[in-house]
C-alpha cells in the first residue's frame, strides 16, 4: 500500500505541474462535496485512485463514493420522483444511461463544449471510440464480459481455449459460474452453436434464435451455477467450486496479479461494453469541473494502471503503462489489444433495450422449470 | 415428565422413544448457534473446522475475525447506525405503544377488535411488502433515503410488539391495588410512582426490547428504503453474505447470539420479578 | 327500599343517574380513544398509506394517456379494423415531438414495452427523426419504423390509454391481453409466476408441517416438565426465536454447503465420498431445513400456552376408565390441543409465505419464493407496477389468512416469549 502511495504522489508531483493551468481556471470554484455513484470494489478503488485524489488534492473538495451504480437507475427514479436529487454524478451502463435520458434523469451532455481535448488538440467527438458518447453519456472504460478458468483445474497439456470448450462438458467437465441474466448468455450459447458473430443479434431477434440460444444453454444447465455479484465469479473460482465462471474482465485481472489466482482468461468471443459518467437533472453547474477532469486522456490513462480496463480514449491507449502495485506491463491485459480483441462482440445496447424485459422473463421461466 | 406408576412396559420404551427425539430436536433448534461460535475463532479463512482445530492445536485458532470487524471501518459505521435508528425507534415505538395500550385496556374502549387488528398488522404483513410500499411512499414524501425515514419504518415494525406485550401486562393488573393504596392514605401520584409503575414497568420494558431487537435484526426495509449513509449492520453481513463469506461474519454473528443470550436472560429476570411483584410466584 | 317509579335515580346534584352514567361512560370512551389516537395517526401516516399507495399503483396506468394524449383523442371511435387515418398520425408525430423536446418519453416506451417487445426502440428512434418529418405522416412514419404500420400497435395504444389497467395483474398471474382485448395465457416459456405463487404455498405449507411435526413433541414435554425444568429447556426454545436471522441463515449456509460442517464430517466418517459432496443448499432443501430451523418457537410457542392450560387429570382420568395409552391420548388430549395448533399453524403459514431473506440467501433457483420476485422487479427490472401487482396479490392471502386467525385465536391472546 505504501509502495502505491508514494507512487501516486510521484506521480501527481509530475501532473500538477502540466495541470497548473486548469488549476487557476478552477480556482474560482468553492469547496463543495461531490457524491460520486459507482460499483464498489476495485473498479471504485481505480477511480478513487485515478480521478478522485488529485482532483480533492487540486481543489480541496470532499468526494464521497457511492456504491449503487448496480440500482442505479432505480435509485435515479426514486430520487427524481421524490424531488430530491442527492447524487452528483453517477457511473452506468450505456443501456441504462439511454433509458434513464430518455425519462429525463439526466442532462444531455454536450461534449465537445464540456469535455477536455486530446493533448493534440483533437477535440473530444474524435477522439472517444465509437459509442463512447451517447446523447446524455460519456464513457470512461472499456469493459469486457468474459470466461475464464481455473488452470489447477485442467491437465496442462489440455487447457480450454474457446467459447465452445465452455459448452462441452465432455472434454471439460466441472461446474460453471454465469450471470443469472440472459445478456452475454444468449449472445455465447449462439457462437458456441457456431453462429456467426455477426448475426448473433439478428438472430436472437427471431423466435427460432431465442429457441436455438436456450437449448444450447440447455445441454450445460444441471452444471451451471448461478451468479448475481460481480464479486462472486473469483471467489467461486478460488474456492475450486467451479472450473468455468463468467465474469468481468478486470476482476478476473485483479485476482490473478495481486492475489496470485491460477486463473486463465478466455478472450474469444468476448463481449464488450463501454461504462462512463452520466449527469443527474440539474447538477451539470455543480459536476462539469470535475467531469472535465475526470474524462481527460491522462486520468483515463492513470486508472488502467489499477484496473484492467481499456481507456474509452484513443489518446489514452499511447500512456497506459504498469500496473501500480505490481509494475506489470498492462497493455496485453487490455480488452481491446489486439490478440484479445479478434473475435470480440460489441453488446448491442439497442436490441437488449427493446428484449430484456421479454427474454429476462423467459429466462427466468427457463431457469425454474 | 415422570412417567406414572402404571405404566407399561411398551409405555416406558416409547417414552424413552419420545425423550429421544426431543433431544434431536432441541439439537436443531441450539447447535446450529453452537456450531458457529468455534468457528468463528478459525485461523484459516474457511467455514469449517480445520485439522488444526479438531486437534485442539492452539495454532488452529486466532481472533483475527475479531480484529478485523474491530479495526474495520465499515462494520463500526454499521453498529452505529443500527443502535441509532435502533434507539430511536425503540423510544418512539414504545412511547407510542404503551400510551395505546393505557387506552386499549380501558374497559370502554370501542371496537377495540378491529383496531388491535390494525395495530398488530405491521407484525403480520410481510415485511418485503412493506418495505415496498414504503419505499414508494418515503420516496414522494422525501423519506427515503434519510434516518428519518428509516427510524419511522422501524418504529411501525416495533409497535405491535410493544402493544401485545404492554396491554398483556396491564390486563393482569389488579385494580383494586389502586383503590388498595388510595385507601391506605396515598394521593394519586404516589400511587401510580409507587404501585403502578413498578407492575407495569416489566412490560414496557420487555415490549422496548422486543421493538429494539426486530429494529437491530431488520434487513428488508433498510435494504430498500436506506441510503449508504444508513448502512446497517444486518446490511453489512447480508452484502457480505450474497458477495463471500468471510469469517468476519461468523465473528459478527458470534457477538449476535451472545447480545440475544444477554436479551432473554434480562427478559426472564424482568418476568420473574413481574410475576414476584403481582404475588403470582413465590419467588 | 321502595322508590317511587316516577322519581328516576338521581345524583347528588341532581342529574337523572342514567344521564350521569351515560356522560361517565361516554367521557372514558373518548379518554380510551384519545390516547390510541396518536398511535393510529402514525401507522395510518407511516404504514398503511404506503400500502394504500402500492396499491394504487397497481392499476394506475398514466403512461399513455398524458404522453400520447393527442394521439389518444384521435384514436376515439377508431373501430379497430383497419388503420387510423392521417389525423391520428398526425397526432402521434406531434405527441412524440413534444415528448422529445421536453425529454419524457421514457416511461411511456417502458410501458408499452412490458406489452409488446420492441416498442422502446419503436419510440426512441422515431422520436429522434420527428423533428425532420413531413406530412402525410401515415406514409412518413411508417418509413421510419414499420410498427406503425401494425395494427396492434395502435390497438395497444388505444387500449392503454385508460388510466387504469388490469395488464399488472394479469402479468402477476402469468396472463395477458392479446391484440384483441382477449384474456389468454402467457406462452407457457414465459410462464413464471404462477409456479412460484404455488411453490410459496406448497413449500410454506410442508415447513408448517414441519414445525408442527417437530414442535409438537416439545411443547408436550415442556408442557408436562416442573417449571424448575421446563424454564430451562425452554431458553434453548427461546435462544433462537431471539437470535438474529441473519445469523441462523449464516449458520444453516456454514454448515449445508459442499465445503462445510455436514459435508466435512460425511466425509470424514466415509458417508459420501469426497466428489459426491450432498447438495443441501442453494435449492428447495436448503430453504426448508433454513425456514423450519427459524419458524420452530413460533410453532412451540402457541402449542406450549395451550398444553399449559389442559389439568393433566384428563389423561388420568382416561386412563383409568381403562382407555388404552395411544386412544386415550388420541381422543382426550390431541382434541384439546387443536386450537395451539391452529394458532400455530398458521402464524408459521403467514410469516413462511412473506419471508424473503432466507429464499435469497439459501434458496438457489428452485428454492425461491413469490417474495424474490417482487424484490427482482423492485429493484432490478423497475417494473413496479408489476411488483405492486404481486404485492397485492400476496397481501390478499396474508390479509385472508389473518382474518382466519383473528377470527379463530383473536389476536389479543398472541403471546410472546
Known amino acids: 500500500m505504501k509502495a502505491i502511495i508514494r507512487k501516486r504522489v510521484l506521480k501527481t508531483g509530475i501532473t500538477v505541474v502540466g495541470l497548473s493551468a486548469l488549476a487557476v481556471a478552477v480556482s474560482a470554484h468553492a469547496q463543495q462535496t461531490l457524491n460520486i455513484v459507482s460499483w464498489g470494489g476495485a473498479y471504485s478503488m481505480s477511480q478513487h485512485e485515478a480521478y478522485d485524489k488529485p482532483w480533492m488534492e487540486k481543489t480541496g473538495d470532499e468526494i464521497v463514493n457511492i456504491d449503487r451504480s448496480g440500482n442505479a437507475l432505480a435509485g435515479l427514479r426514486a430520487q427524481s420522483q421524490a424531488g430530491n436529487v442527492t447524487w452528483d454524478l453517477v457511473d452506468m451502463l450505456p443501456a441504462d444511461a439511454m433509458i434513464a435520458c430518455a425519462e429525463g434523469l439526466i442532462e444531455p451532455l454536450d461534449h465537445d463544449e464540456l469535455l477536455a481535448d486530446a493533448p493534440d488538440g483533437t477535440p473530444p467527438s474524435e477522439d472517444f471510440v465509437d459509442g463512447a458518447l451517447g446523447d446524455c453519456f460519456v464513457a470512461s472504460i472499456v469493459y469486457s464480459n468474459i470466461v475464464a478458468f481455473n488452470s489447477d483445474m485442467f491437465p496442462e497439456d489440455d487447457q480450454p481455449g474457446t467459447i465452445e470448450d465452455v459448452f462441452d462438458l465432455e472434454n471439460y467437465p466441472g461446474k460453471r459460474a454465469l450471470l443469472r441474466k440472459p445478456i452475454n448468455n444468449m449472445e455465447w450459447a449462439l457462437i458456441a452453436d457456431g453462429v456467426d458473430r455477426d448475426e448473433v443479434y439478428a438472430m436472437l431477434e427471431t423466435e427460432e434464435g431465442v429457441q436455438r440460444a436456450f437449448a444450447k444453454l440447455d445441454t450445460i444447465k444441471d452444471e451451471v451455477i448461478w451468479w448475481e455479484e460481480g464479486a462472486q465469479p473469483p471467489q467461486l473460482l478460488a474456492d475450486q467450486e467451479v472450473a468455468f465462471a463468467s465474469a468481468y474482465n478486470g476482476r478476473i485481472f485483479n485476482a490473478m496479479v495481486t492475489e496470485d489466482q491460477p486463473f486463465e482468461i478466455i478472450w474469444d468471443a468476448q463481449v464488450f461494453e463501454l461504462d462512463g459518467w452520466v449527469v443527474p437533472t440539474g447538477k451539470l453547474d455543480k459536476v462539469s469541473d470535475y467531469l472535465h477532469f475526470a474524462t481527460d486522456t491522462q486520468r483515463l490513462a492513470d486508472q488502467a494502471q489499477y484496473i484492467s480496463y481499456g481507456p474509452a480514449r484513443k489518446s489514452s491507449s499511447e500512456l497506459v503503462s504498469t500496473h501500480a502495485e505490481t509494475g506489470i506491463e498492462m497493455t496485453p491485459h487490455m480488452p481491446t489489444y489486439g490478440p484479445n480483441f479478434a473475435t470480440a462482440l460489441q453488446k448491442d445496447d439497442l436490441f437488449w433495450a427493446d428484449y430484456n424485459d421479454e427474454l429476462t422473463q423467459r429466462f427466468n421461466a427457463w431457469l425454474s422449470q | ?283 | ?417
Not at chain 3, 269 to 282: C, F, P, S, Y
Not at chain 3, 399 to 407: A, D, E, G, P
Request: aromatic residues 10%.
Open chain 2, 1 to 283: 415428565m415422570a412417567i406414572p406408576s402404571y405404566a407399561t412396559r411398551g409405555e416406558r420404551i416409547w417414552h424413552t422413544i419420545f425423550l429421544g427425539i426431543c433431544g434431536l430436536v432441541f439439537l436443531f433448534l441450539i447447535g446450529p448457534l453452537l456450531v458457529i461460535i468455534p468457528l468463528s475463532f478459525n485461523a484459516e479463512p474457511y467455514f469449517t473446522f480445520s485439522k488444526a482445530m479438531v486437534t485442539f492445536d492452539p495454532a488452529g485458532y486466532s481472533l483475527r475475525w475479531y480484529q478485523d470487524f474491530f479495526t474495520s471501518s465499515a462494520w463500526l459505521n454499521a453498529i452505529k447506525n443500527s443502535f441509532i435508528i435502533g434507539i430511536a425507534s425503540t423510544l418512539l415505538a414504545t412511547v407510542l405503544g404503551t400510551v395505546a395500550a393505557l387506552g386499549l385496556s380501558s374497559r370502554y374502549m370501542p371496537a377495540r377488535g378491529v383496531i388491535m387488528a390494525l395495530l398488530i398488522s405491521p407484525m403480520i404483513v410481510p415485511l418485503i411488502i412493506s418495505a415496498a410500499a414504503m419505499f414508494f411512499f418515503f420516496s414522494k414524501v422525501n423519506l427515503a433515503q434519510t434516518y428519518v425515514g428509516v427510524i419511522l419504518a422501524h418504529t411501525a415494525l416495533g409497535i405491535p410488539f410493544v402493544v401485545i406485550t404492554v396491554t398483556a401486562t396491564l390486563s393482569s393488573f389488579d385494580t383494586t391495588l389502586i383503590r388498595a393504596a388510595h385507601s391506605l392514605g396515598a394521593n394519586p401520584t404516589r400511587t401510580f410512582f409507587k404501585v403502578v409503575l413498578p407492575l407495569v414497568t416489566p412490560g414496557v420494558v420487555s415490549g422496548a426490547l422486543f421493538a429494539f431487537i426486530t429494529s437491530f435484526d431488520e434487513v428488508v426495509v433498510v435494504l430498500f428504503i436506506a441510503g449508504p449513509e444508513q448502512r446497517t449492520m444486518p446490511i453489512q453481513m447480508w452484502s457480505g453474505i450474497r458477495e463471500q463469506i468471510s469469517p468476519t461474519i461468523l465473528a459478527v454473528a458470534t457477538m449476535l447470539v451472545l447480545l440475544s443470550m444477554l436479551l432473554l436472560t434480562t427478559l426472564e429476570f424482568l418476568r420473574r420479578r413481574g410475576e414476584r411483584l403481582r404475588g403470582l410466584s413465590p419467588g
Open chain 3, 1 to 417: 327500599m321502595s322508590e317511587s317509579p316516577a322519581a328516576p335515580l338521581t345524583t347528588a346534584d341532581g342529574v337523572p343517574l342514567k344521564v350521569s352514567l351515560r356522560r361517565t361512560v361516554r367521557r372514558s370512551k373518548i379518554k380510551a380513544l384519545l390516547l390510541v389516537a396518536p398511535l393510529l395517526a402514525f401507522l395510518f401516516i407511516a404504514f398503511l398509506m404506503p400500502l394504500f399507495e402500492m396499491l394504487w399503483r397497481s392499476v394506475d396506468n398514466p403512461e399513455v394517456s398524458t404522453h400520447l394524449s393527442r394521439t389518444v383523442s384521435a384514436l376515439e371511435g377508431w373501430n379497430g379494423e383497419s388503420l387510423p387515418d392521417e389525423a391520428a398520425f398526425a397526432a402521434l408525430a406531434e405527441d412524440l415531438r413534444e415528448g422529445q423536446q421536453e425529454r419524457n418519453l421514457g416511461l411511456l416506451s417502458s410501458r408499452l414495452n412490458y406489452e409488446k417487445s420492441g416498442m422502446r426502440s419503436t419510440i426512441s428512434r422515431t422520436a429522434r427523426r420527428v423533428g425532420t418529418l413531413e406530412p402525410p405522416y401515415r406514409e412518413s412514419l411508417i418509413a421510419v419504423n414499420d410498427t406503425w404500420g401494425e395494427l396492434d400497435t395502435w390497438k395497444l395504444i388505444q387500449r392503454e390509454a385508460s388510466p387504469y389497467t388490469m395488464s399488472y395483474y394479469l402479468a402477476a398471474v402469468d396472463l395477458q391481453l392479446s391484440p384483441d382485448g382477449d384474456i389468454v395465457q402467457v406462452p407457457e416459456y414465459m410462464q413464471i409466476h404462477a409456479t412460484l405463487f404455488w411453490r410459496t404455498l406448497w413449500m410454506s405449507a410442508v415447513i408448517t408441517g414441519l414445525t408442527l411435526l417437530l414442535g409438537f413433541p416439545v411443547a408436550f414435554l415442556l408442557a408436562s416438565l416442573p417449571a424448575r425444568h421446563s424454564n430451562l429447556l425452554m431458553i434453548l426454545v427461546l435462544l433462537p426465536f431471539w437470535t438474529s436471522l441473519l445469523v441462523r441463515t449464516t449458520t444453516w449456509i456454514a454448515i449445508l454447503q459442499s465445503q462445510g460442517v455436514l459435508n466435512d464430517i460425511m466425509v470424514f466418517l466415509g458417508v459420501v465420498a469426497d466428489e459426491a459432496r450432498w447438495q443441501m443448499i442453494h435449492n428447495k432443501m436448503g430453504t426448508i431445513i433454513a425456514m423450519t430451523h427459524i419458524l420452530l418457537p413460533f410453532m412451540i410457542l402457541p402449542l406450549y400456552s395451550v398444553m399449559k392450560t389442559i389439568p393433566p387429570s384428563y389423561m388420568r382420568a382416561a386412563r383409568s376408565l381403562g382407555g388404552k395409552p395411544f386412544l386415550s391420548f388420541r381422543r382426550v388430549y390431541f382434541p384439546l390441543t387443536i386450537p395451539g395448533i391452529a394458532a400455530g399453524g398458521i402464524l408459521v403459514f403467514i410469516l413462511s409465505i412473506g419471508y424473503y431473506i432466507t429464499p435469497a440467501l439459501v434458496g438457489g433457483q428452485s428454492g425461491r419464493f413469490i417474495t424474490n420476485y417482487i424484490a427482482y422487479h423492485m429493484q432490478t427490472s423497475l417494473n413496479w407496477g408489476l411488483a405492486a401487482a404481486i404485492s397485492s396479490i400476496l397481501l390478499f392471502v396474508v390479509i385472508i389468512c389473518y382474518l382466519v386467525f383473528n377470527r379463530l385465536i383473536g389476536v389479543d391472546k398472541v403471546k410472546l416469549g
